[in-house]
């Protein structure tokens, strides 16, 4: 998942290496994305979660992100939303809501990644998971899960943690 200057900067990867790297990394991306599509409902967290870190896990930024789902919970689409620094991304609501609406989600898992290593969620990602909750509760788009990942493989869902709120 790393750029292809990090990557290029490690010794022995030239470009068609790299390259491989890349594709190889893509063709993982949409083995995930196909096993969460074939699932009658996504219901497993692990599989969600490993898949958000294959999709921005590795980025030296941090960026948020939502898997819009339909109404049987089946993936209608990943998309990173938001890109920010290296600790730090806004998020604004109405774009979640308006991308939302667009796709006719009747659900998301929002996701983010935490480039420090740590994926243990601060109290401003669960007041934003909170509002998010309650702003998309008003339009019948359920808010399933936010999920935090690191480069390191680790990974924090705030439903499994029971902060989503009631």
């Known amino acids: 998942g790393a750029s292809p200057e ?14 491989t790297l890349k594709a190889v990394h ?3 991306c949409r083995i995930d994305e196909e096993q969460l599509a074939k699932a009658p409902a996504l219901t497993d967290v692990d ?7 294959r999709r ?8 948020f992100g939502c898997l819009f789902l339909d109404t049987r919970y089946r993936p209608l689409r990943w998309e990173a939303l938001f890109l920010g620094s290296l600790n730090r991304a ?6 979640i809501l308006k991308r939302s609406m ?6 998301l898992v929002l996701g983010h990644n935490h480039p420090s290593g740590v994926p243990e969620p601060s109290q401003a990602d669960i007041n ?21 990942v690191t480069p390191s493989g680790g990974g924090v869902s705030l439903a499994n943690r029971g ?3 009631g």
């Open 128 to 148: 934003l998971t909170l509002e998010l909750k309650d702003l998309l509760a008003r339009i019948d788009i359920a808010v399933l899960d936010h999920i935090i």
């Open 26 to 28: 893509e063709i993982a």
């Open 6 to 19: 990090r990557l290029l900067a490690c010794h022995g990867l030239g470009v068609a290496k790299v390259a």
């Open 163 to 165: 902060l989503m709120g």
């Open 90 to 95: 806004h998020v604004h609501s109405r774009e």
């Open 102 to 107: 667009e796709l006719n989600a009747a659900a």
């Open 47 to 53: 599989a969600v979660t490993r898949y958000i870190r």
């Open 56 to 63: 921005i896990g590795h980025q030296e930024r941090e960026i």
